[in-house]
C-alpha cells in the first residue's frame, strides 16, 4: 500500500479524529476500542466474541484494568508493554463505503501520532465482514508520526478501515490519530442547532454546556436555537448561566406553547431559513448525550458530499451504552411501517460482540429516513421543501425525508457519528396518549407518499389492530385511534388547527378509562383473586396462520358474554407489561396490567357494551377511510405545501409577518 510523499500535490481535509471515552465511561468502551484479536470474519456472525468486555492481558498473562486506558489527560493513552488492541469500533473505524458513496472523497489518509516502539497494523474488510490486512509500519523509541494513504475505489457495496497496535516491550504512548480525505469541502462546513425540549432542564442545560466547552465546534456552530415548550425551563436550571454566558450570543432562548417535536424542530428550521447565516441545520434531541466530534463528522461529511445530502447519526441507548438502537432505518412501504433496515438488527449490543464480529455491520446501509435525536440538513433545503407536517410527534422525520427523497435529496445514517439517547423500552406509546399520533400520523403519511393503492396492507393491520385493543379491554387506545380517523376525514385544516389543543384532550380522555389511569400505590386497587382455574395450562402463545380464525372467533364470542361480577370486585391477575399481550389480556374479564417503566399499573375490566360500541365504530370508520381515499390522498397531497409552508407555521407559531427579527419573538416569557 502506498504511502504518501513529499511531492504528492494533495489537499487533505481531517474529517475524523480518534477518540476516547472520558474517565468514568467504562461502559462505552467498546464503542472505542476492541481487545479482541483481528481475525478475519468467516461466519455472519460470530456471538461468542466479547469486544472488549473483560480485563485486558498483557506479557503472556499479566492483567491490567481495562479502565486504566481511558483515564489519561490531554487525549493520549499509554500503551503497556505487549498490549494490542484494535480500533475496529464504530467510533474509531472509518466507514469507507458511506464515503465513497456519497462524498467527492476518492482516498483516505491515516495520520498516527505516538511515542515509542509500536507495530502498526491496517486492515481493511469487505461487505461481507472478511478482513484482510494492508499495510503495517514498526517505530522506534522517541516521537513518530506515521500516515497511511488508502484508496476508497473497493468499497462499492460496503467496507470499513481501521488499524491495530501492538506496543512494544517499553511500552508506547498513543499521542493521537485522525482520518483525512483528499478533497476540500465543497460546501461552507457552517451549522446551527435547534434543540427541542419539554420539561427535561437538566438534560439540555448538560447538552448547552457540551457545545459551549467544546473547542472543536466554536468555529462550525454559528447559532443554538434552544425551543423551550415546557413549564420547567431549561433558564432556571444551575448550569444554564454558565453555558449561556459560553455561548454569549450564539444561543438564542425561544419559547412557545407545546407542539410537539415537529412543532418544536419546524421553529428552529424556520429560524435557520430566516437567519441564513449557515450552510446546515441540526435538529438534536433534549434527553441525549452527545459527543463534539460526532457533531464535527457530520458536519464534515455533509460538506463533503457530492449533492446536498441530509446526514443523521445513529442512536445509542443512554441507560445500556455499549447498545445501538439500530444501524439504519427504514419503511416497509407495503405495510407503510417504521423499523430497522430488512435483514439487519435493530437494538446491536456492540459489548457483546464488536464491529469485527458482526458481518452486517459492514454492508452499507441506504436508510429511508434518520430519526430527527441527531440530524443535519441543507437550509436550502429547509427553503425549498419547508417545515415538517405539523404533527406534534411521531412519523414527522420519516416524511421529511420522504418528502427530500422526491426532489433528489437523500438521507444518510453515517456511522461513527452518534449519541446516547433515553432509550424509549420504557414506554409504551402504543397504549398511552400517544396512541392517537401514531395512528393518524401513520394514515397521513400514507395519503401523501405510499406508492400503493388505499396504502398497501395499511388498512388491513390497522383493522387488526382495532380488534386486538378491543378484545385486551385497552378501550382508551381504542377511542381515541378512532377519534385520529375522524380528524383525517375532516381534512387537513386540523393539522395546524390542533396542534396546540389536540394533546391536552387526550389527556384529559384519561379520566373517563380505567385503563389509562395509572397508580403507583400497590394499595389502590383491591387484592387479586387467587382462586379458581388458572387462565392458561402452559405458557400462552399468539395464535398463528391456522389457529387465527378460530381463535378470534372463539374470543370475541367470550368477549361478548356479561363479564364476572366478582372480576368486577376483584382482578383476575396482576399481569407484568413484558406479558400484556392481546393473546392474554383477551382472558381475562379483569385483570391489574403494568406499566412499561414498571411505576404503576392500571385496572383493565372488560365491558361487553364498550367492546360493541368501539367494533361497530371501528368497522363504520375503516369502510368510511377506505371509500374516500381516492378523494383524501388528492386532498392531502395537494394542501402540502401550504401546510409546511414558513408563512403558515408563523400563524402557528404566532410570528407577525413583518417583524423585523423573527428569531426573537418570544424570547422572553410573559
Known sequence: MSTETAATPTTWTQVARIVFPSAGEEDTLPLYVDFGRAAPIQTPDAPGRRGGQFDVEVNGGAKIDRGDLIAEDGGTRVLPAGLRFSLATVFNA??????????VATKVRLVVDIEGAANIMVYKSNAEGRAQRVDSKRTKAGANQVSFVLPLDSFTDGGWYWFDLVAGEEGARLV???WEVNAEPVRPVSLSIGITTFNRPDYCARTLMTLATADNLKDIVKRVYVVDQGNKNVKDDELFPQAAALLGDRLRMIYQGNMGGSGGFSRGMYEAV?????????VLDD?????PESIERLAKFASLCRHRTIVGGQMFDLNDKSVAHSFGEGINKWRWLWGPLEDTQGRV???????????????????????????????????????????????????YSLRAAEIGVPTVTLPGAGLWHISWGDKDDSRDWQAYFHERNRILTALLHSPYERGGRLLYELSTLDVKHAVSAEYYAQTIRLLAISDILSGPEHLHESILTRMPKLRELTQQFSDAQYKADPDAYPAVSRTGKPKFKTRPKAPNMATLAPWTIKTIVRQLLPASEKAQERPEASISHANSKYF????????????ADGSGAAWYRRDPKQLRHLLARSAAARAELAANWDRLRKQYQEALPHIVSLDEWEKTFGISSDQDEPQKVNAERA
Open 274 to 282: 430566516k437567519a441564513n447565516e449557515a450552510e446546515f441545520h441540526m
Open 287 to 291: 434527553d441525549v448525550t452527545v459527543e
Open 176 to 178: 493521537s490519530g485522525r
Open 349 to 399: 449490543d456492540l459489548g457483546a460482540a464488536n464491529l469485527r464480529s458482526r458481518s452486517v455491520l459492514h454492508r452499507r446501509l441506504d436508510v429511508d429516513y434518520n430519526g430527527w435525536w441527531m440530524e443535519i440538513m441543507p437550509v436550502s433545503v429547509i427553503a425549498e421543501l419547508g417545515l415538517s407536517l405539523p404533527i406534534f410527534i411521531k412519523w414527522d422525520d420519516l416524511e
Open 94 to 103: 472509518f466507514p469507507a463505503s458511506y464515503w465513497r458513496q456519497w462524498t
Open 584 to 595: 392474554v389480556l383477551s382472558q381475562y374479564d379483569s385483570a391489574l396490567v403494568t406499566k
